[in-house]
């Protein structure tokens, strides 16, 4: 996970360099593609003419160029030619001429006999790096200098206030200038490729602004990178505050149990002392423990199995029968395949208290508390047998079940008073290995 967590950041900052260097580059690879195939058909070499008078090359800054001769002629370069021959402006050329290709257009340069008074050598092209190769080394550079300016602007992740985001635009000032010294440009007279801060031409403006293109698109992703980070750890704070929320309002619902359950335990405890009865007491106490260590125990841990629930309920049924002797009994009748089924803890306590609290029990009229299932339900049911003398009732136990169960199992459960037998329906979860 903490792996997981370090690079995180890494895939989504290199898939967003790949797209800025192919979005900056797509100019370049489209025109090679349309010179692929929209070359100009070869002239018939016998329209060629020679001219051995010398003119002086006068390049435009959209890359055309026009061969000026001294009578005031002028012969039409291709931009194609001009930059595969690597000419410049003001070089003095001698050289075959085509015809135009149309009536009112200029003759075109063919072939270049001579170059500022040396022969021109053709071998020297062969020497120039290919416009693939030249586009493959654009296409990196400008994925490397993407990448990295991604990932010091995403480190703001952690920090998400706009000055900390403006502060690491200021470390990427140092580093974006760095990086624009050491591109890679293509010299115009040799063709060989070198670092900008080797060339010439240092303030380019097609690559100042191919340049500033993937600096400012790095620096706006690079906000929203922050953005999306920021909202998703709201959004994981929330969700860590709700069960936080969640937990503690469960254990106030416990804390309303065990006040309750403690004193009717000691008043049972005394009644056992005072009349002498010692192995019963000592019982009482064992059984009494072991309904302490299971309320301390599972009452942390939200769902204990149906079969934990039930060794609950013998041992805190004892210290009802030594209170009732004869007066309570329990039906259960649970499906095995049910008994690894869960349900929060400390789920019978108080539907017993109720049944207990609320009904009259005697010998000629004890109370049968049935415990049973219903498919994937555990049903909890008694007869109605009201005390004569009411008993007020608080709410407290049937409201907190409901509370328990809503906050720990996520569905309600079911209470049916028909006026002869209360009943409730808990719906069961699965096992947790299921």
Known sequence: MKLRSRYSGIVPNLLVAVAISLVVNFSYLLLLLVERNDTPPKPDETLIVSRPEEGTLSVN???????????????YVTQSRVRRFSLADGDRLVGDLEPPRSQSGHPQLARIARRNGCEFDYSTLYNRPSEGYQLMLQLLYYLVVS????????????????????????????????????????????GRIRLNFMGGRLFDYVLLLKYSFVV?????????????????????ENEQLKNENLTTRY???VGQINPHFFFNSLNSLAMLVREGEQQRALTYIDRLSYTFRYILQNGQNMLVSVEEELRFLEAYAYQFKVRYEEKLFFDIAVEPRYRSW??????????????????????????????????DRLVVSNPLSPKLEKVASTGIGLENLRNRWHLIADCPIEVVDDGERFTVRLPLQPPADK
């Not at 800054?61 to 012969?75: C, E, I, K, M, R």
């Not at 349900?343 to 004890?366: F, G, M, W």
Request: aromatic share 8%; glycine share 4%; proline share 6%.
């Open 61 to 75: 800054p959209d890359g055309h160029a026009y061969l000026v001769y001294p009578d005031g002629d002028s012969v």
């Open 147 to 190: 990448f990295i300016l991604l990932l010091i602007l995403s480190r703001s992740r952690r920090n998400y206030s706009a000055r900390g985001f403006a502060l690491l635009c200021l470390w990427c000032v140092p580093i974006a200038a760095a990086l624009y010294l050491v591109a890679p440009v293509t010299e115009w007279h040799t």
């Open 342 to 375: 869960r349900l929060p803890a400390l789920t019978l306590q108080p539907l017993i208290d109720n049944a207990v609290k609320h009904n009259a029990l005697t010998s000629a009229h004890p109370l049968r508390i049935a415990i049973r299932t219903e498919g």
């Open 251 to 253: 254990n106030m619902l």
């Open 216 to 236: 400012v698109v790095s620096v706006l992703y690079g906000r929203i990178y922050v953005l999306v980070s920021q909202q998703r750890a709201v959004e994981l």
